[in-house]
Nanobody
Framework: QVHLVESGGGSVQAGGSLRLSCTVSGYTYSSMNCLAWFRQAPGKEREGVAGIDSDGSIFYADSVKGRVTISQDNDKNTLYLQMNSLKPEDTAMYYC???????????????????WGKGTLVTISS
């Protein structure tokens, strides 16, 4: 059974940084060729933040472009999201998601993802 576990969330002031991690277990990580981060703020729909597809394509939402970097460590079965210059509007629950063998849509959509973590909360104060 595939498990995705996020970590690294927390409360920081605006302008600060956080690095989110997502560890994948129960599946050959290298086979998870579509990996993405989504977020959902209270009262809002879940939205894609960043994603990596099997051909190496990388997606960033316009709202975070230039402030976040998605990366992965295949040896550690871990996906990362480095977030800098954080803003109060970045406050949300952040979810890691995976789809096998590749993203069925680009940018990745929440409805197409096969596996989800339970999320890690990011709170940015002004």
């Amino acid at each position: 059974q595939v498990h995705l576990v996020e970590s690294g969330g927390g409360s920081v002031q605006a302008g600060g940084s956080l690095r989110l991690s997502c560890t994948v277990s129960g599946y050959t990580y290298s086979s998870m060729n579509c990996l993405a981060w989504f977020r959902q703020a209270p009262g809002k729909e879940r939205e894609g933040v960043a994603g990596i597809d099997s051909d190496g394509s990388i997606f960033y939402a316009d709202s975070v472009k230039g402030r976040v970097t998605i990366s992965q460590d295949n040896d550690k079965n871990t996906l990362y999201l480095q977030m800098n210059s954080l803003k109060p509007e970045d406050t949300a629950m952040y979810y890691c998601a995976a789809e096998n063998p590749r993203c069925s849509s680009w940018p990745p959509l929440s409805g197409g993802m096969d596996y989800w973590g339970k999320g890690t909360l990011v709170t940015i104060s002004s």
